[in-house]
């Protein structure tokens, strides 16, 4: 998905259809079972949407280990999406690397589980 070219204009209410949130990781497991190297997370996004799971495709940066308890940032509203025996039911957000392996979309300060991007 790498795209140089700047895409189109949205507004903001397009940009507020988007609902980016904050969680904290609690379980990393490998994900032999698909089609690309991946890792399955169960992420909290605190009290209002609770625990989501996510597969993503970050094995080249990542261990299982070290993403238990690091706040990542997803897209919360996306329908779910069956990836071979996995549900994904968020989108983990990251960008790809000079070689085409994602490196995890970075908060450098605490933020309260479940924060909504503005």
Known sequence: MS????SSEISFDDFLRVDIRVGTVIDA???PEARKPAIKLQINFGEDIGVKKS???ITVHYTP???I????????NFPPRQIGPFMSE????????????IVLANIDKPVPNGSRLM
Do not use: C, I, K, W
Request: net charge negative.
């Open 3 to 6: 795209d140089q070219n700047q």
């Open 29 to 31: 497991q490998p994900f």
């Open 55 to 57: 597969s993503a495709q």
């Open 65 to 67: 280990e070290q993403l």
């Open 69 to 76: 308890g690091r706040q990542v940032m997803a897209v919360v």
């Open 90 to 101: 968020v989108l983990t957000l990251g960008y790809e690397d000079q070689d085409g392996a």
